[in-house]
């Protein structure tokens, strides 16, 4: 294994443990949800030392520490002992031009950048290794969904022959708005920028360019070859009308923008366009600003992965994972493996609401009987449900509950189940959600 | 990092590639899956030097090649030059005994054994750490599902709140059956039993124990801590009749065998047990052998993993993924890292059925037109749709058309395109599956 600048500038803090410096290039949306996760959950691991975004000075925010150096320059990341550098700027220009002299300074490098990976990855990731540091970018595909990290590891072992996905949350969501109610693309659209979930210029997404980078990068890991986003097509769903749903349904199918790759032999076909699929899929059943993904592999089959596929926080989350990657394996696997094992109080007592089904020999007042033992506990009857055409001899009924916890339930159901009305013992089973 | 045994016993061989022998313990269905797939995919990465089972003569098959030393004795594999070593035996003894002896041996292990994990899981993590070697059980979980690896890997910047999931194909397979069907439990085991999803003695799965295992595996990955599946609860699904389905679906809900763990403050509240789950709830939707997890990050929010959660084959992709882990991360990166990026064409034009949507200017004639130039295009229509209601002026309709190639089909619409009737551009759509 190669020595590592990440080696070099380790300070030691608190309990003997070594804290990782890191510099945070773009303070939007997910370069603040990465800061509170990296000051909140990990603050004892990693030590943000500088936050660099042009005009700096309307960004700064009051809870991150005042030790955190705040700059509008590129030059002063460089040159500073961060020894893992996040680009949350996206575009190409300047994030190319900064990850390109961060590696070379041999800091590693953290990714959310889809654009800059799709066009320069493999480039990128041979410069990294020349210089013996890491360039990671799970969050540049699906946001939180470890779909990346799903295909490069997990699923190594098989031989993956198509992806199929839904890599455009707000594509998903316009489509399945149409859907649901009826409007036209002009309106889903408008509603989804008035609500934020659409930029002003829509063509990133809805004419497929923002699917068709992710695409890319999953078809480089999956099929292990250096595909291009300019050799895959992206046709728009701005042609999908209302009606187009109505036939899709009469054929047992709803519309989404599906990105998908499929190698045959050393042909790959892939490309993103909007595409009926069947309503009772995955892919069918996506709705909102969800992200999909279905893998399938010649020994393994289908694999699903779904999840939030963008905002702040779920993309932090796959910046974050990464930058733990990058602190176990350069040389500090030792010291992440030996974290101690939390002590947890473990029990079975969930507060949920329940179904409690009966089978009785029937007569007046049982279920006055149960509701007055079941008050006695303090707990609260949701519903009675008794469907007709059973015999009175074994006659099943159902009371459902509000949430309780399962030791006052089991009090309460122990003295239930010494009344004399049982046919068999009664059924108690959880309702989740 | 560590010196390790596998670096140790290394063989050169063809392209100057590093060749990793590994040893086989365990030559059932996960066994020869395993076996397969390295021969197969992997023949020059790896070299299987033993496969282990009692009664190995009985066990010989033809493919497996002659340099293979067959053996019924673990002191063999234990004394033997592979590196790694893969438990494939299942249940407590003489799995455990493996583990440790190739472990003190200085051998990585791989293992499915969910039981072994379960029980014995972080002493023999510990006893790996201690020599330097890896013991890795991705197989242990959901069989070819990452979500073990999602959980430790893409999700490890979040920080997980709730775990649910169908654990056990067996158990889902009989719900959802009894779901379809009206089958009673026993009939829909012994339906299970007849094809081969379920064991004679069905115990470990209906009654949950086998979930139990594997959720104490993802409990203790997700939350950090040393829990046992003694700790944990697990209810039969035995005691699930026909009519609570009826109920269930009255609610809105359908009836699974769901495990799940949740943390609150330092108390970890988990279990298995038949649960009811909205019928429109990725769990609820899950049908058939299949197994689902949904995880809950305070960050990230939901995100599921599904697919096969069992079987030789997608167990086995877990195992070889485990392999390859390894290969990757002891002193074999660099090698790793550089293989060549596969030569591949790439093009968008895939194979599909289609669905052609036009709006027209109505006259009799235009369908006998349309099927005249795609008959020309050797293209064969499967159905015609027209809604009502529409204007003459603009009439929408549909032709789905069988699947045929891209190109193909271009060149007929190209033609189609030119015809007089149209109000609008036809539009082209895949149908997926």
């Known amino acids: ?65 005042g ?32 990850v390109t002299r961060a590696l070379r300074a041999r800091k590693s490098v953290v990714t959310a950048n889809k654009q800059l990976i799709a066009r320069c990855g493999p480039e990128l990731v041979r410069l990294a290794r020349e210089h013996g540091v890491n360039l990671l970018y799970g969050a540049s595909v699906a ?41 036209s693309f002009e309106d889903a659209l408008k509603e989804a920028q008035a609500k934020g979930f659409a930029e002003a210029d829509p063509t990133e997404d809805v004419d497929g360019l923002d699917a068709r980078a992710k695409l890319t990068i999953l078809a480089r890991a999956a099929f292990e070859s250096d595909v291009l986003p300019t ?23 709803t519309i989404r923008q599906i990105s998908r790759a499929q190698l045959e032999g050393d042909h790959l076909y892939a490309g993103v ?4 699929v069947s309503k009772t899929s995955p892919l069918g059943l996506s709705v909102g ?44 696997a030792e010291a992440a493996a030996s974290n101690e094992a939390k002590k947890l109080k473990v029990s079975g007592d969930f507060k949920s609401a329940h179904y409690l089904r009966f089978k009785v020999q029937d007569r007046p007042g049982i279920i006055a009987t149960l509701a007055q033992s079941l008050a006695t506990h303090g707990i609260n009857i949701d519903a009675v449900f008794q469907r007709p055409g059973y ?19 089991t009090a309460a159901m122990d003295e239930i189940k010494q009344l004399d009305f049982h046919v068999c013992e009664p059924l108690d089973l959880p309702i989740l959600g």
């Open 289 to 332: 600003g969800q992200n999909l993904v279905v893998t399938t592999g010649e020994f393994g089959g289908n694999t699903v992965f779904a999840g939030a596929g963008a905002g702040g926080d779920p993309t932090a989350v796959a910046v974050v994972s990464d930058l733990l990657w990058i602190a176990r394996h350069q040389r500090r």
């Open 143 to 183: 946001g939180g969904i470890p779909v990346l990290d799903g295909i490069q590891h997990g699923l190594s072992g098989d031989r993956i022959r198509k992806i199929e996905g839904i890599l455009n949350g707000t594509c998903n969501l316009i489509l399945s708005q149409m859907q649901a109610t009826g409007a």
């Open 1 to 65: 294994m190669s020595t590592t600048n990440l080696a070099a500038s380790v300070v030691v803090k608190g309990e003997g443990r070594e804290v990782i410096k890191v510099a945070l290039v773009g303070f939007g949306t997910v370069g603040r949800s990465v800061a509170r996760i990296l000051l909140t959950r990990f603050a004892g691991q990693f030590s943000v030392t500088q936050i660099c975004n042009r005009n700096h000075e309307a960004k700064k925010v009051d809870w991150v520490p």
């Open 273 to 276: 366009q909007p595409t009926l």
């Open 391 to 409: 015999p009175k001899s074994a006659l099943p009924f159902v009371i459902t509950l509000e949430p309780c916890s399962a030791p006052v339930l």
């Open 231 to 253: 050799q895959l097509f992206a046709n728009s769903i701005r042609t999908i009308e209302g009606v187009d749903f109505d036939y899709a349904n009469d054929l047992g199918c």
């Open 67 to 98: 030790e955190v150096e705040w700059t509008d320059s590129l030059n002063d990341v460089i040159e500073s002992d961060a020894e893992v550098v996040f680009e949350l700027m996206g575009g190409i220009d300047p994030a190319e031009q900064l």
